[in-house]
């Protein structure tokens, strides 16, 4: 069945940078476009980004343009978002998911 594992959220200070993963399986990983999304304590879940299944496109949420960088290894079947001059406002827990799931999110704390 699909699996979507996210890994390395953690705490990290205003203005630093992290890096999180989502470990996939059960799915043809390279054909799958692919999207991060979060979620904020007492809010709505906010898309993040998400990347075509080459590569070769990358969308990002205004909040996010030019700090954060989304990137997939095919080979590993691996999605990364780079998080860098994050804010607070970015505390949540993080999810990646294709088409048809989600996993069961890592959570970012940015906080001094």
């Known amino acids: 069945q699909v699996q979507l594992v996210e890994s390395g959220g953690g705490l990290v200070q205003p203005g630093g940078s992290l890096r999180i993963s989502c470990e996939t399986s059960?799915?043809?990983?390279?054909?799958?476009?692919m999207t991060w999304v979060r979620q904020a304590p007492g809010q709505g879940e906010e898309w993040v980004s998400s990347i075509s299944n080459d590569g070769s496109s990358r969308w990002y949420a205004d909040s996010v343009k030019g700090r954060f960088t989304i990137c997939r290894d095919n080979a590993k079947n691996m999605l990364y978002l780079q998080m860098n001059s994050m804010k607070p406002e970015g505390t949540a827990v993080y999810y990646c998911?294709?088409?048809?799931?989600r996993g069961q999110g890592t959570p970012v704390t940015v906080s001094s």
């Open positions: 998911a294709n088409d048809a799931a």
């Open positions: 059960g799915f043809t990983f390279r054909n799958a476009y």
